[in-house]
């Protein structure tokens, strides 16, 4: 299936939206498909937990939310990244609740509250959950996605950022999306892209992947999802990472994981990571209308 331009699909603008931090999605559930959390799932200090959960099958550093809370809030990466995901979700979604898959500390849900956008957050790591009730996102479920068993053709949006490089066998989960998508149901997904950038960041992420818009469009569609569109992001960071972070790795050079880290979240005020902000800032006009060459970082939106 070919893909529509962006300003085919939808060019109306983004629409204003109150504040919404009240759960209505898991008292529909029980309302219109008897699935009741509290039959399921034990709840403690705003955390519904599914007592099977386990990190088993994701690759993921033991200490990745604990790194990513200390600097989500100030990190151009983590800002620009919600700036998309909000676009996006308001664009295809704009009348759903999104189920934010794998949604660590709540940075994504947090923001798109704050927008007027209801989420679901489902994140299977301890430390990740428990900060995100600190943080009040409304619904937080502590747990894998696939524990949760959900009826078939039960919820509208899935959004799942930056989740899908860390699990070695997506097939499993894609599927558990389409099963529990309505028609016309959509996932909105972001993974790192660009195989060229793979570097010791990756690793330290325990990523298993990079994607590009081949491989990712392959992914969903082998799973039956028609893709609605996709995109590159993060475009200024290209050169910087392929020339500080890939071409060093692929010449056997190493830096220490404080180091690393540090480098990653963009955490810093010097005059490097301020143009990288203004870039990203201009970047985020022109994001999804106007498609970009490349990017660090690749979006998609697809319809079940």
Known sequence: MARAPWHLIDSSPLQDRRISDVNTELPRLADEHSWRIEERASCEDNIWSFTQSSNAEIS???QGNEFCAAVEDKSFWFQHRNMVIEKLVSRFTADSVLWDVGGGNGCVSKHLQNAGIETVLVEPGREGVQNAAERQCA???????EELELPSDSIAAVGIFDVLEHIEHIESLLLEFYRVLRPGGKVIVTVPACKALWSQADDFAGHFRRYSKKTLHEAFSHHGFSPLGSGYFMLPLVAPVFLFRALPYRLGKRVSEEKLFAQLTGDGAG?????????LRV????IPSLPLPFGSSLYGVFRK
């Open 60 to 62: 993921y550093p033991s």
């Open 271 to 279: 005059l490097f990571e301020s143009l990288i902000s203004m870039s």
């Open 283 to 286: 970047e985020s006009v022109c």
């Open 139 to 145: 619904s937080v479920l502590h747990g894998k996605f």
